[in-house]
């Protein structure tokens, strides 16, 4: 699972619940480095309004 958010407690938090779900979970800070780390195939938990930096 992707999770993509810009604020780093929500996207931890996040992250950690998915993991104790049983999740693989790949933390993406911005829509840049999301594009980068996406495959095709993954899932992707993200925030509605997030800022472009790419």
């Known amino acids: 699972m992707l999770v ?4 780093p407690g ?3 938090f996040m992250a950690e619940a ?3 779900a049983g999740y693989d ?4 800070a911005d829509v840049g ?3 980068r780390l996406w495959k095709p195939i993954a899932p992707i938990c993200c ?3 997030i800022p472009c930096r790419a």
């Open 25 to 28: 979970a790949i933390e993406a």
């Open 47 to 49: 925030s509605p309004i």
């Open 33 to 35: 480095v999301a594009l």
């Open 10 to 12: 929500v996207r931890a």
């Open 4 to 7: 993509v958010d810009d604020e």
């Open 18 to 20: 998915l993991r104790g």
